[in-house]
Nanobody, 124 residues
């Protein structure tokens, strides 16, 4: 089992920045670590994923490329999402997730472990 706890959400104006954190505990030997988000009335969508099985790779949804950065501090068992140039359409609940054997890295249904989420609100 993996326990994930997100933090760092809040309210910010358009163009601002936020950094989300996800503290992991338990069985943290997972290869895929990701951030997903869900806005009211919309389906959950992939934001960014970090693959840590050997050589690390990062994956981003197209609309996040160049604005968001996913990273991990292994010593602290913490995953981060740095979000810059935020837009009102980035407003959502952001979730941290972990899994193994993922084939479509930005598909949320393939992740087994989830945090409770942290709210991000971007005003115009």
């Amino acid at each position: 089992q993996v326990r994930l706890v997100e933090s760092g959400g809040g309210s910010v104006q358009a163009g601002g920045s936020l950094e989300l954190s996800c503290a992991a505990s338990g069985s943290t030997y997972r290869h895929y670590w990701g951030w997903f988000r869900q806005a009211p009335g919309k389906e959950r969508e992939g934001v960014a994923v970090l693959y840590t099985g050997g050589v690390s790779f990062t994956y981003y949804a197209d609309s996040m490329k160049g604005r968001f950065t996913i990273s991990q501090d292994k010593a602290k068992n913490t995953l981060y999402l740095q979000m810059n140039s935020l837009k009102p359409e980035d407003t959502a609940m952001y979730y941290c997730a972990a899994g193994d054997g993922v084939t479509n890295v930005l598909n949320w249904v393939e992740y087994r472990y989830w945090g409770q989420g942290t709210q991000v609100t971007v005003s115009s």
